[in-house]
């Protein structure tokens, strides 16, 4: 305990009164003569709060209170049920029962899901179509202004991604030159490293 020892009646006092600030706690001990560092208090306190079952129950259901992440909950909406951890399907099912729009929304974001991932033989327009009457209409609007682009995506074997890692790759190498050198430097990198 230590320098702490004399003034521990003084919080047990305060800690019963109801006084759970550690930072008031300690500016009520500098008036009454302590010495010692707000650490020492808020050390005292945290064991307090610690040892005492009602408190540490309180801080529970604070915790369990507290509304997910944005990409917490589009991860725990977007699992399938029988994949869902028990302790979250209450909250999931309970959530699609009060928004039931938000229900039909997911079905279709699933759906769209899998065709991209190209696990769905099912048709582009059709699932556009489902999206028309959830909270994904504007969605599946804005896929509809280049639809055949998206559609070629489906469709087509081909990808821009080999493209794009050598364009990364480019930059990458011009970045580590520090704009020291010219092009004829950036090409000859470039040239043999291939």
């Known amino acids: 305990m230590g320098v702490i020892a004399p003034y521990i009646a003084h919080l047990e006092q305060r800690w019963a009164a109801g006084c759970r600030n ?17 650490g020492t208090v808020r050390s005292w306190a945290g064991q307090r ?19 997910p992440s944005s990409r917490h909950l589009a991860r725990l909406l977007m699992t399938d049920a029988d994949t869902l951890p028990e302790a979250e399907q ?11 729009d938000l229900a039909s929304g997911i079905a279709v974001a699933k759906r769209l899901n899998f065709l991209f991932r190209r696990k769905s033989q099912e048709s582009l327009k059709e699932v556009l179509a489902d999206a028309d009457s959830t909270p994904l209409a504007e969605f599946a609007a ?3 202004r280049d639809l055949a682009a998206v559609q070629a995506s489906l469709d087509l074997p081909w990808t821009t991604s080999p493209a794009e890692g050598q364009i990364n790759r480019l930059k990458m190498l011009k970045r580590t030159m520090y704009g020291r050198a010219g092009f004829q430097l950036l090409r000859a990198r470039v040239l043999h490293a291939a």
């Open 90 to 100: 209450p909250f999931v099912s309970a959530l699609l029962q009060q928004a039931p």
């Open 22 to 38: 550690a930072a008031l706690l300690w500016r009520e001990l500098v008036r009454l003569g302590y010495a010692g560092r707000y």
């Open 49 to 67: 709060r610690k040892a005492d079952p009602q408190i540490a129950a309180g801080q529970a259901s604070a915790t369990i209170g507290q509304p």
């Open 142 to 144: 804005s896929l509809r």
